[in-house]
């Protein structure tokens, strides 16, 4: 795997603007690389900041919404002067499939003509070779070709999701984002989707973001993992790494909420809830929820702290932790 990112994040933030002139600021600092072929998971509760984070990366956030940071394509600052720069490469070179595939097609239009319609916009096909790329794509996911003149809700819960991911393929992006991918479907149709991504980002050279609130489920699909609390990345390194040696209480608390199917460990809840986000916040924004929490904690906000090679944490435990290097 190529050690150049494909993709890089560089302190993003996203805020809203409330009424009464308070803001609820929703990514703060947000900063990661992908690289080529690489699949990272974005994973952490609801309300956290993972869906707001590649919404802005897409340049699909509401009006209401200001963006600060930059998104950068092999180098190029995608997100320089907003919809100008970033419109030539959504769909072209950043895909997304969407939480929710129902949601994500128009339900008066076939499958077919919404896939084909990107195509055309970028100028990859058009016309009878754009109609037979489309069938070739539903063949792809698992749905057959003589389907693309049915309408969306003549396929079930799963063949939507796989039409939703020919949809994002339609232009032979190099990025893909998956935002919960596989919500409201049953557990044996949720793993022929995952096995789904992890094959077609194996065959045709996909990098992936796949964002999660199932931690084990990133540790099963992902290469790595950037886990996020209160709108911040508070750990990020290889899956492997994060699995073995989770280095922040959240991460770890989160594993623990997990049942586990072939072991005898009760399954424990995270107390209290995250914090509220239009208003500041003081210390660790964990500290509150958190069993390991101590005095600094409460008062002084941790920083990041490289634990070993490419793996960080954002906790005071940490503070006294200095990274070796490889042997």
Not at 47 to 63: D, E, R
Request: net charge negative; aromatic share 4%.
């Amino acid at each position: 795997m190529s050690r150049e990112p494909i993709l890089s994040v560089e302190d993003l933030h996203v805020w809203f603007d409330l009424s009464g002139g308070s803001e609820l600021h929703a990514v703060q600092g947000v900063s990661f690389d992908l690289r080529p072929g690489e699949r990272m998971g974005l994973v952490g509760e609801s309300g956290c900041g993972k869906t707001t984070t590649i919404l802005a990366m897409m340049g699909l956030l509401p009006s209401s919404a200001s963006v600060a940071g930059s998104v950068s394509l092999d180098g190029e600052n995608i997100m320089a002067r907003g919809e100008d720069t970033v419109s030539p490469h959504r769909w072209k070179d950043i895909a997304m499939v969407f939480q929710g595939a129902m949601n994500a097609f128009n339900p008066v239009k076939t499958i077919g003509s919404q896939i084909v319609e990107p195509m055309e916009l970028h100028g990859t096909a058009t016309g009878k070779a754009a109609r037979g790329q489309t069938r070739e794509l539903l063949e792809l996911v698992g749905i057959s070709g003589d389907r693309v003149n049915n309408y969306p809700h003549e396929f079930s819960g799963g063949m939507r999701q796989r039409a939703a991911i020919a949809l994002a393929l339609a232009c032979e992006p190099r990025v893909l984002l998956a935002d919960e991918p596989t919500t409201a479907l049953d557990v044996m149709v949720q793993a022929q989707i995952l096995e789904l991504l992890v094959r077609l980002t194996r065959d045709l050279g996909l990098s992936m973001i796949l964002v999660t609130h199932d931690l084990p489920v990133v540790a099963q699909v992902c290469d790595r993992a950037a886990v996020m609390y209160a709108g911040e990345i508070v750990e990020m390194g290889a899956m492997s790494s994060i699995y073995h040696d989770p280095r922040h209480p959240y991460t770890r608390m989160l594993f623990g909420a997990t049942p586990d199917l072939l072991g005898d460990a009760d399954v424990l809840s995270i107390p209290g809830a995250p914090p509220r986000l239009d208003r500041e916040i003081v210390g660790c924004p964990f500290a509150p929820r958190c069993d390991s929490a101590f005095a600094p904690c409460a008062t002084v906000a941790p920083r990041r702290m490289e634990t070993s090679p490419g793996h960080e944490a954002v906790c005071h435990l940490n503070d006294h932790v200095v990274a070796k290097e490889p042997a």
